[in-house]
């Protein structure tokens, strides 16, 4: 249900937004806003999301925890998605999401609510089943078998 009412009172937000602004600026200004927006998104994601790239390849060589840069880059990229989405309101939290402090303040929430069982580092390996026997060979029969006799 919480998701359905997402979807259903951001664009009504969005609507909205659109109506008054487009009302005080005009259509064409409204446009470019929206068109520049998307444009700067662009940018900031690509330049942010390399930063980011070297701080997780740079936790990994060191091993260290790589959980702050890679949420950091999970929130970059929404936040690309939010700012090539039309609108004001989606706009200002993918701008939100592109400023470090406030990336670093998401983080820090959602730690607090999140609970990590286990971590590991490296190729996890399973040891084969070893099962332990006694044989002895026996040989084949000579001759035909039962199987063979016409």
Not at 43 to 48: A, E, F, G, P, W
């Amino acid at each position: 249900m919480p998701l359905f009412l997402l979807f259903l009172i951001i664009p009504l937000i969005e609507i909205a937004l659109f109506v008054q602004i487009g009302g005080a600026i005009g259509l064409f200004p409204t446009l470019a806003i929206v068109i520049l927006t998307a444009i700067a998104g662009t940018y900031l994601v690509r330049s942010q999301g390399l930063a980011v790239l070297s701080q997780v390849q740079q936790s990994l060589n060191e091993l260290r925890d790589p959980t702050e840069p890679l949420a950091h880059g999970a929130m970059i990229l929404f936040s690309g998605a939010l700012l090539l989405t039309p609108g004001f309101f989606t706009d200002a939290l993918g701008l939100a999401l592109m400023i470090p402090g406030f990336r670093s303040a998401v983080f820090r929430f959602l730690r607090a609510r999140v609970k990590v069982q286990t971590m590991s580092y490296g190729a996890q390996t399973q040891q084969p089943d070893i099962i332990d026997a006694e044989f002895e060979e026996i040989d084949p029969p000579k001759g035909p078998s039962g199987w063979t006799r016409h």
